[in-house]
T-cell receptor, first 109, second 115 residues
Framework: LAKTTQPISMDSYEGQEVNITCSHNNIATNDYITWYQQFPSQGPRFIIQGYKTKVTNEVASLFIPADRKSSTLSLPRVSLSDTAVYYCLVGAYGQNFVFGPGTRLSVLP | GAGVSQSPRYKVAKRGQDVALRCDPISGHVSLFWYQQALGQGPEFLTYFQNEAQLDKSGLPSDRFFAERPEGSVSTLKIQRTQQEDSAVYLC?????????????FGPGTRLTVT
């Protein structure tokens, strides 16, 4: 399973765009990149998943360069309610999820 | 149901007691997963089921941990002779299909405190 590295914490202000980058140098051909969000006292919640290039949904965008050795989760115009821990996961169909410590995002007023 | 539910939400056990944690997955979801989350850490995989078959239990920390899903829906995680290091949040997740390529839906977790 590919190991991921992401910043331990980030601060931002309301209304700003937040980009969280995850490194996964050993990503395999069959691996997908998935991001989860977790609020205190709740289970993680799926945000977005991609394989290459760019994926966008109503919540976020995921940018994946051609070499796929990193990925960037982009949250547009964050609000206080986006304060949470964000996890980057890499794995293929049939493999189990491996969560790292995640990135603790704090959105300030 | 609308989502994954877990019970109890909180459990306090004295060291040496047995506990049973229940997970009700989303109806129709084939895969079910158990994770353990220590304070300030990401969830760690314990075991998963596809229907009633336990396909991987490599994450179970000791033989005191046992999970079952006898009818392919509700699952129970049992911890025998609890120890203080078992204190954590136990998360259950279900998925329509198997693992990484498919979105996992998590329950709120059961916070176990062993005193």
């Amino acid at each position: 399973l590919a190991k991921t590295t992401q910043p331990i914490s980030m601060d931002s202000y309301e209304g700003q765009e937040v980009n969280i980058t995850c490194s996964h140098n050993n990503i395999a051909t069959n691996d997908y990149i998935t991001w989860y969000q977790q609020f205190p006292s709740q289970g993680p919640r799926f945000i977005i998943q991609g394989y290459k290039t760019k994926v966008t949904n109503e919540v976020a965008s995921l940018f994946i360069p051609a070499d796929r050795k990193s990925s960037t989760l982009s949250l547009p115009r964050v609000s206080l309610s986006d304060t949470a821990v964000y996890y980057c996961l890499v794995g293929a169909y049939g493999q189990n999820f491996v969560f790292g410590p995640g990135t603790r995002l704090s959105v300030l007023p | 149901g609308a989502g994954v539910s877990q019970s109890p939400r909180y459990k306090v056990a004295k060291r040496g007691q047995d506990v049973a944690l229940r997970c009700d997955p989303i109806s129709g979801h084939v895969s079910l997963f158990w994770y353990q989350q220590a304070l300030g850490q990401g969830p760690e995989f314990l075991t998963y089921f596809q229907n009633e078959a336990q396909l991987d239990k490599s994450g179970l920390p000791s033989d005191r941990f046992f999970a079952e899903r006898p009818e392919g829906s509700v699952s129970t995680l049992k911890i025998q002779r609890t120890q203080q290091e078992d204190s954590a949040v136990y998360l259950c997740a279900s998925s329509l299909r198997l693992a990484a390529g498919y979105e996992q839906y998590f329950g709120p977790g059961t916070r176990l405190t062993v005193t």
